[in-house]
């Protein structure tokens, strides 16, 4: 199979499997994600997602899109100045679904072997190297931080309303 062959049977199975799994993603309902439970809590060799600061997810977590920012009807990922309680929970929630998409796409990438032959497993290497692993990380990264800052407004929530009692 010649490379410009072998490109776009992996840009096409890419971008469907990319769009099938970001579309039934935006359809699960956000009540079955949790992220004080399996497979999505923090775990302790996390640190809390400080383990991913060793390489530097700061730095390149800019660099994935935001899906949010493509598809507009989507619920917005930023945290910007909507930092109530709700808009925080909801981002912890959508955390979750994002990083159960990307480990169902890792899960599906077993479809570049099958439909590409023996080079697909190149394919699905780069695939899941490239365009699974970092967002899956960044997940991992932001939720704790996000869950750290819900309990931070909760506390002063709770504090407010003790004053005025």
């Known amino acids: 199979m010649s490379f410009g062959k072998w490109f776009l049977s992996f840009a096409l199975i890419s971008i469907f499997l990319g769009a099938l799994s970001f579309f039934l993603g935006e359809k699960l309902p956000r009540r079955w994600f949790r992220a004080d439970a399996f497979p999505f809590r923090c775990y302790a060799w ?37 930092r109530d309680t709700a808009h ?60 750290l800052l819900l309990e931070k407004m909760e506390r002063a929530a709770q504090k407010r309303t003790g004053a005025q009692i």
């Open 46 to 82: 996390e640190q809390n997602g400080a383990i991913y600061e060793k390489i530097s997810v700061r730095r390149w977590k800019s660099f994935f899109p935001d899906m949010s920012r493509i598809v507009r009807s989507t619920y917005t990922k930023k945290l910007g100045s909507m």
């Open 88 to 147: 925080v929970r909801r981002l912890i929630e959508e955390t979750c679904s994002a990083e159960a998409v990307h480990w169902a796409l890792v899960l599906l990438s077993v479809l570049f072997p099958l439909l590409m032959g023996p080079s697909g497993w190149i394919a699905m290497a780069l695939y899941n190297v490239v365009g699974n692993l970092p967002p899956i990380i960044i997940q991992r990264y932001n939720r704790p931080r996000m869950m």
